[in-house]
């Protein structure tokens, strides 16, 4: 089974900046493209951005490019995603989840539908 850890949220202002992390377990971490997906009460939960398993591919969300940016240490087993210039619209509860398929063509989808805790990131207008 699969499980997660996520940590670094928390409440910070408009127009300021948030690291997450995430520490996978149960998996080959190296073999599994990963991602981040968030959750605004009363909305589905939506995936915000992937990477593939050796860092050479990237994808955002519309609504986070150029102010997110998605990274892995393979030898940590570590995902983080750096947030910055964050909006109150960024106020969710965020999650990472091993992906299927990190690409242009296939949405961002947790690959074995088991999710952790969270983070809670609330920014302030």
């Known amino acids: 089974q699969v499980q997660v850890a996520e940590s670094g949220g928390g409440l910070v202002q408009a127009g300021g900046s948030l690291t997450l992390s995430c520490t996978p377990s149960?998996?080959?971490?190296?073999?599994?493209?990963m991602g981040w997906f968030r959750q605004a009460p009363g909305q589905e939960r939506e995936g915000v951005s992937c990477i593939n398993w050796n860092s050479a591919f990237r994808k955002y969300a519309d609504s986070v490019k150029g102010r997110f940016a998605i990274s892995r240490d393979n030898a940590k087993n570590a995902l983080h995603l750096q947030m910055d210039n964050l909006k109150p619209e960024d106020t969710a509860t965020y999650y990472c989840a091993p992906v299927e398929y990190c690409s242009d063509t296939r949405p961002i989808k947790n690959a074995f539908n088991d999710w952790g805790q969270g983070t809670q990131v609330t920014v302030s207008s």
């Open positions: 149960g998996l080959t971490f190296a073999n599994w493209a």
